[in-house]
Structure formats: structure tokens, C-alpha cells
């Protein structure tokens, strides 16, 4: 089996930025305060934000989940 070089590693997946990969998916903040960007949740209908990044850590926490952690376990739900 060949493997493509071109593939991202892991470490790079992790490293993108989450901010940045929610507006290509269509998810703009509905608030932003300092490192904290909030959002209506990707996950359900709602209308009070409950899903926030911190860009500085780059990582997700949807406090209506109950579930949090970086790009991957957010693809992993997501997709």
C-alpha cells in the first residue's frame, strides 16, 4: 500500500486553527471576549451560545455536551 505525502500529520491537524476552520465550515462567532470565541453550538439548535474556543489553547468546549478537546474530537463529532 503507497501512502500520499501530501497528507497532513496529526500534529499538524491539531495545530490548525479552530477559529479559522469554522468560518470555512460557516460557524462565525456570536460574541468575542479576549481569547474566547463563542458560538451557537455546531452540534444542535439553540439560541444562547453555549460552545466556545480558546484560540490561545486552541481547543473547543460545548458546555450543553458536556464535551470539550481539540480539531479532532471536534471532526469526530462533527463529521
Do not use: Q
Not at 476552520?21 to 468575542?32: D, M, N, Q, R
Not at 451560545?49 to 462533527?78: A, C, H, P, Q
Request: charged share 25%.
Amino acid at each position: 500500500m503507497k501512502l500520499r505525502n501530501n497528507l497532513p500529520s496529526v500534529e499538524e491537524i491539531k495545530n490548525t486553527d479552530m477559529v479559522e476552520y469554522l468560518l470555512s465550515l460557516g460557524f462565525k462567532p456570536a460574541k468575542v471576549t479576549r481569547n474566547d470565541y463563542w458560538y451557537l453550538s455546531p452540534f444542535r439548535e439553540e439560541t444562547t451560545t453555549s460552545f466556545k474556543v480558546n484560540r490561545n489553547m486552541n481547543r473547543w468546549y460545548d458546555f450543553g455536551e458536556g464535551k470539550g478537546g481539540n480539531l479532532i474530537d471536534f471532526g469526530t463529532l462533527y463529521h
